[in-house]
């Protein structure tokens, strides 16, 4: 479960990132909501087990969303580095979570 909201929200990015919208749209609200869901399952696992290694997952995944939340509303005129970079921690994290 987890990995496949993982997959969707690499999706959500990666199309945010290709068209690089001038202004908050559907793209960024659905990349959000697409991290926020593999977010989720994250602190679902990491309740249910209390490992280390899956509050490190978790702790990736909330640094992803902050970075994708402040794109949305950036301060500097290019979020996109930044974004790249949360997609790549994005994808190292699909494939490690647990299910």
Known sequence: ???DLGTAALRALDKV????PNKVGHDFSEAT??????RDALIM???????????????RANA???V??????????EPWPHLERA???LADL???APD
């Open 68 to 77: 994708v939340v402040g794109g949305q509303f950036p301060i500097s005129e």
């Open 45 to 59: 696992r990491w309740r249910q087990t209390r490992a280390p290694a899956d509050r490190q997952r978790l702790e």
């Open 17 to 20: 990132l290709a068209d690089k």
């Open 33 to 38: 909501r697409c991290v926020s869901a593999f």
């Open 87 to 89: 997609r790549e921690d």
């Open 1 to 3: 479960m987890a990995d």
């Open 94 to 96: 699909v494939g490690s």
């Open 64 to 66: 992803a969303l902050s």
